[in-house]
């Protein structure tokens, strides 16, 4: 079993949806989490962090952590086409430098 | 402006040769790292240096090697001893040796088998 999974989608969504991108975890061990975009040919980029459980809210952007189910998602709201990426959620360990990646989801947000 | 800087974008490498990328960071991070990204796959670690004159394996470090002589510079070299190198390769940086800052990474290195 991987670390963290994601569901590769891809989704389609029209613009102004709401979109909700979620990944699963297995190591109850992790303390923070990340999300990050990445467009064709890019490298990623880093969009929301966070620590243990709970919200954090960045403009149209809302990552959400549950660490009772090991569940974290990224919320997009009115969402645009240039939100159209793949997005790729990340979870770390309380010490150290390793990360976990989830494999993304491909997003695309039609005018 | 701090960043992450990988050259070349494109790379082609031709059987038996090994190739070279580069990465250079501004950004005075202490951690490095090399990740290869194939379509499906994720991010597969290949190794990462948490000091300058260390480094250490990823899950996939067979075929490539690393040198850490600078702070700011981390890079990649490929060896022919790597059956399957095209990819897309990406460079990252964080700020502390066992610390908890999050990964920033560079636009990568797409490389491809002549």
């Known amino acids: 079993q991987k670390e963290v999974e994601q569901d590769p989608g891809p989704l389609s969504v029209p613009e102004g949806a709401i979109v909700s991108l979620n990944c699963t975890y297995s190591?109850?061990?992790?303390?923070?989490f990340m999300w990050y975009r990445q467009y064709s040919r890019k490298g990623p980029e880093l969009l929301m962090y966070t620590y243990s459980s709970g919200n954090k809210e960045d403009g149209r952007f809302t990552a959400q952590v549950d660490k009772s189910s090991k569940y974290i998602s990224l919320f997009i709201r009115d969402s645009q086409p240039s939100d159209s990426a793949t997005y790729l959620c990340a979870a770390q360990l309380n010490t150290g430098n390793q990360f976990y990646f989830g494999t993304g989801t491909s997003l695309t947000v039609i005018p | 402006d701090g960043g992450i800087t990988q050259s070349p974008k494109y790379l082609f490498r031709k059987e038996g040769q090994n190739v070279t990328l580069s990465c250079e960071q501004n950004l005075n991070h202490d951690a490095m790292y090399w990740y290869r990204q194939d379509p499906g796959q994720g991010l597969r670690l290949i190794y990462y240096?948490?000091?300058?004159?260390?480094?250490q394996k990823g899950d996939i470090a067979e075929g490539y090697s690393v040198s850490r002589e600078k702070k700011e510079s981390f890079p990649l070299t490929v060896t022919s001893a790597q059956k399957n190198p095209t990819a897309f390769y990406l460079c990252?940086?964080?700020?502390?040796?066992?610390?908890?800052?999050?990964?920033?990474f560079g636009d990568g290195t797409r490389l491809s088998i002549l």
């Open positions: 990252a940086s964080s700020m502390r040796k066992g610390g908890t800052e999050p990964q920033h």
């Open positions: 190591n109850s061990a992790f303390q923070y």
């Open positions: 240096s948490q000091i300058v004159n260390d480094f």
